[in-house]
């Protein structure tokens, strides 16, 4: 057990700042405030594709949350009277072999979409990331029962084991959410375990581990916060590939139960036929349009993370510290030249 007088250090240590004063230097440079920081984090961002994902994704959420207000049609309702018809102004998407509304119907399918890929992938991180942690902290026996069983799960294709999942559970949007959700466990485990080993052979840890700090403490305090960066990129890519998890399980008839199949897998499903492919074109070319749409939004928005994170573009220094830097490389080059144009003295 810890004793109090080093738990009392370790606090007073963790709470004790102190300043460097550089030549040339203003204070302003060495930390800059929060703010300041999430500007920089926003500014780099700028890029096209990021921003277009960025759209993509913005639209996807906000068609899932306002769809009871602007779907023109109830997803459900059949008119027999309508069915089969082309996109027009009535029907901006056309309609399928029941009268159904696709435009209406697609609405309504970006929130079953949008819930699977976030609930999956959330809990994926939650049960994931503290196996990850836990085996690369507390290493030895643990350590390889943890991994060994998260190999044992790579193994199989995911598909398969999302599939044999879902028909164990039984079919219904619950059911395909935790087969995708168990099936991404071990990635979220072995990029928590890979970033945390990394971590742990910093100084700051054996600090911490000397000062007295608990484990917890230092998981919670210096390790987790030091490897959410590759986390959420890799949560954001996996929100796309869950979607698309989700239209292929849809498609085999795993999905939501009627008469609820407006995700957008089944309504590939349901209207895949010779007459779909050949005179109802709008019946599979929509559904699938807003699958490829949403995994590429997802897609975008993740690279466009994975770029702003990277810590070579964290590192932004000052007006000042780039003409200091300058400086020292132009002295630096003149003593180069200096030397080499002194006579060199043989001594016999």
Known sequence: MVDDSYSKSYEDAENFTFTVDLPGLKSGIVERPRLQRFLDFLSRLKNPLTIIGIIIVA?????????????????????????NLPPSLQHPFGTDGF??????????????????????????????????????????YIDTVI??????????PSIILAIAIAMVIGAGIHAVTIAIL?????????????????????????????????????????????????????????IGSAVLSLAGLSFLGLGAPPPYTY??????????????????????????????????????????????????????????????IKDLKKKQRGLEKSNAKKPVRVVN
């Open 99 to 140: 009268g159904r509304d696709i435009f209406s119907r697609i609405l309504y399918g970006a929130q079953i979409s949008l819930f699977v890929g976030i609930v999956s992938v959330l809990g994926a991180v939650a049960v994931g990331v503290p196996l990850g942690i836990l085996s690369a902290y507390k290493s030895g």
């Open 147 to 156: 991994m060994r069983i998260m190999d044992i799960m790579l193994a199989f």
């Open 263 to 324: 995700d957008w897998g089944r309504m590939i499903s349901d209207n895949f036929s010779y007459q779909a492919v050949t005179r109802y074109w709008w019946q599979l070319t929509f559904p699938g349009l807003a699958i490829v749409f949403c995994v590429l939004g997802w897609n975008l928005l993740g690279d466009g993370l994975r770029d702003a994170m990277d810590p070579k573009l964290r590192l932004k220094l000052s007006k000042e510290a780039k003409k200091l």
């Open 182 to 238: 168990v099936v991404s466990i071990p990635v979220y485990a072995r990029i928590a375990r890979g970033s945390a080993l990394a971590v742990i052979q910093e100084t700051y840890i054996e600090a911490a581990r000397a000062i007295g700090a608990s484990g917890l403490r230092i998981i919670f305090r210096h390790i987790l916060p030091n490897i959410l960066a590759p986390l959420l990129v890799e949560m954001t890519l996996d």
């Open 59 to 83: 639209g996807l959420i906000l068609s899932a949350v306002l769809a009871p207000f602007i779907a023109p049609y109830n997803p459900i309702a059949v008119d027999l009277n309508s069915k």
